[in-house]
């Protein structure tokens, strides 16, 4: 099985995927992840995306495009695989179906994430991590037993530099720039299936594996 989950930035897509590539046995290949460990690592790809990365602006295809082809060419990944964070626009879909192609492979499904802006907001700008265990908490929906701190090792929490609000405004903007037209490219092959995104984590789990299993 090979899905694509497409949506904004704080739709969800990471959390849900990590879910749902377990239930099903799929890797779960996340672009902006893979660009982080790029970036702690200082790697020659990682410092030219760094600039990208901390105005909330698309890390530039020339960055990404080889890295994604390799990560999904690795073993695990032959047995399917959820895509989170790509494609990100038309050009890197049609590239994507040019890989699969080789490989002899095609896609089932792509999910889209819907939720509503002033949401992603809240999301976002709430959220927290661990530099050291990379837990993920929310100053809202899920805040640590200890403000500032996280439960697992006592770390003080961090603030992405891309979730601070102009930054979120920014990924928004150029989401709705160069990600939306991807709805119409999968639509039109009768790929795309809508999620209402909005509701507790295992509310949507739930729709997800409904969505993936009609």
């Known amino acids: ?55 909330g602006q698309l890390v530039p295809d020339e960055l990404t495009i080889p890295m994604f082809v390799e990560r999904i060419g690795e073993q695990d990944a032959q047995k399917g695989f959820i895509l989170d964070g790509f494609p990100r626009n038309v050009e890197q879909a049609e590239l ?3 890989v699969l192609d080789e490989m002899g492979a095609q896609l089932d499904k792509v999910l889209k994430f819907m939720v ?28 640590p ?31 709705g720039e160069k990600t939306k037209p991807l709805f119409d490219f999968y639509a039109g092959r009768g790929l795309l299936v809508d999620v209402d995104a909005i509701g507790s984590t295992d509310v949507v789990f739930g729709r997800l594996l409904s969505a993936i299993d009609r």
């Open 145 to 175: 037993k200890i403000e500032g701190f996280c439960d697992k090792d006592g770390a003080a929490l961090e603030q992405r530099p891309d979730d601070n609000e102009e930054a979120i405004l920014e990924r928004l903007e150029v989401y």
């Open 96 to 98: 994507l179906d040019q």
């Open 1 to 55: 099985m090979r899905l694509i989950f497409l949506g904004p930035p704080g739709a969800g897509k990471g959390t849900q995927a990590a879910r749902v590539a377990e239930h099903y046995k799929l890797s779960h290949i996340a672009t902006g992840d893979m660009l982080r460990r790029a970036l702690e690592l200082r790697t020659e790809l990682g410092l030219k995306a760094k600039p990208f990365m901390e105005k």
């Open 116 to 143: 509503l802006g002033i949401e992603l907001v809240a999301r976002l700008s709430g959220r927290r991590f661990c530099p050291v265990c990379k837990s993920v908490y929310h100053l809202v929906k899920q805040p």
